[in-house]
């Protein structure tokens, strides 16, 4: 099973990467691809350019064993669905998938284009991200529960909990920083960090 973990990744910090590394472990993944978003439905298009996003997220993960990098969102240069995402990557891909989201993410998911079915083309690990409590408000009665799941034996149609390493980081703190001139050191990789310095990138309003 490989696992897909999209976001806007504006930019990637070690809270991300350490979520992909703990969900590779705890579920015996072969792989998780991290995905940048284009402009996304829910977002308004961050300033720094889809290139940049994507150079900082290769910085990243580029020697951790099992993060890949994912281009597909950002190829099509449009808005993209997760549905969509799915369908073309299963047919890429001979494997299951398992969409990872943070709580925070995940409690949207009612909102999201055609959300049932995404379930019937992945199953979803939602992060348990420190801060953000899971509320399934927007769900039908037990839809969540009813698909919970202690291990993933199942090609798609499951909801698994990982719990995962605290780090209290977030793309919005690491931005603010910047923009207040502070430091942002061990927040993001060390690589992330020379990039953003040496393009200036998140200084100006
Ligand atoms: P922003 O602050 O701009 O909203 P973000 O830090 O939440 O950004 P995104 O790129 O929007 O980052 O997040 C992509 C995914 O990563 C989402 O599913 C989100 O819940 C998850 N995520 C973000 N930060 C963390 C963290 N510190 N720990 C675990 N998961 C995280």
Redesign the pocket.
Known sequence: MIGL??????PV?V??V??AIDVRDQLALSEVRMMPANITPHRTQPRVSSRQRAAMLKLAINDIAGLKYEGLELQRKQASYTYDTLMLLRERIDQPIVL??????FSFLPSWYRWKSILKLANIAV?R??G?RLSLAAFPEDWVQSRLVQQLDSKQGKIIKVP?SR???????V?ARLQAGKSIRYLVPEAVESYIAKHGLYIEN
């Open positions: 973990f999209g976001g806007t990744f504006n910090h809270g991300h350490r979520a990872l989201m943070g709580a925070d993410a992060l991200r420190p953000s995962i780090t209290e980081v977030s793309s919005t703190d931005r």
